[in-house]
């Protein structure tokens, strides 16, 4: 059984950019969940797919986007980066929906000069 | 508004002392969840409650939820220098019996056990 897998580990992108990060659920799940965390808090909830559908979504813009494909793997959008977008970002898999039974990724340090 | 208060913020103890951190909200949770997290790595699912008044033992971890599922607390006994890492709390809030479906983090604590 693999575990949640995301790519790339580390980024760098300047201010305005878009960029792209991608998480492998763990096998069997069919619900990954995005989380911000900036450096010294908790993370913060960005939005829920399950299904190929977003279920569920925090207090973040809509310039943060997200797919979920038919292998349940994921991809977070983020467009007009702003230097206070610099944090870790977390993915999460369950299945159903699950959210006290999440198993989370290694996450993507992103860094926006 | 952060709906999970966790206290204290920094923890720093010596190897073999106990140590209890804490975790509130004005909110009902449906569940609540105690995750640790080192650095360069994602949170890793220690136990998750339900119940209220829940008490579970996981080796030298003791967490409790609430009887009135608002908080937490996670007691180590015998600290020792690889418990060192952030502890978060996380809560599945829900308002009327409708689930937001998210979990909700607070803040962390750091511990730091020191030989």
């Known amino acids: 059984e693999t575990g949640v897998t995301q790519s790339p580990t580390h980024l760098i992108k300047t201010r305005g950019q878009q960029v792209t990060l991608r998480c492998s659920s763990q096998?069997?799940?069919?619900?990954v969940s995005w989380y911000q965390q900036a450096l010294g808090q908790g993370p913060q909830f960005i939005f829920q797919?399950?299904?190929?559908?977003?279920?569920g979504r925090g207090n973040f813009p809509p310039r943060f986007s997200g797919l979920q494909f038919p292998n349940y793997s994921s991809e977070l959008n983020v467009n007009a980066l702003e230097l206070d977008d610099s944090a870790l970002y977390l993915c999460?898999?369950?299945?159903?929906?699950?959210?006290?039974?999440?198993?989370f990724g290694p996450g993507t340090r992103l860094t926006v000069t | 508004t952060q709906l999970l208060e966790q206290s204290p913020q920094f923890l720093s103890i010596q190897e073999g002392e106990n140590l209890t951190v804490y975790c509130n909200s004005s909110?009902?949770?449906?569940?609540l969840q105690w995750y640790r997290q080192e650095p360069g790595e994602g949170p890793v699912l220690l136990v998750t409650?339900?119940?209220?008044?829940e008490v579970k033992k996981l080796k030298r971890l003791t967490f409790q939820f609430g009887d009135a599922r608002k908080d937490s607390s996670l007691h180590i006994t015998a600290a020792q220098p690889g418990d060192t890492g952030l502890y978060l709390c996380?809560?599945?809030?829900?308002?009327?019996?409708?689930?937001?479906?998210?979990?909700?983090f607070g803040q962390g604590t750091i511990l730091t056990v020191h030989p």
């Open positions: 096998s069997g799940h069919n619900t």
């Open positions: 797919y399950y299904r190929e559908e977003e279920n």
């Open positions: 999460a898999s369950s299945l159903d929906r699950r959210i006290y039974e999440q198993y």
């Open positions: 996380a809560g599945d809030l829900r308002a009327g019996g409708t689930s937001y479906g998210k979990l909700t």
């Open positions: 409650v339900v119940t209220g008044g």
């Open positions: 909110s009902v949770f449906s569940s």
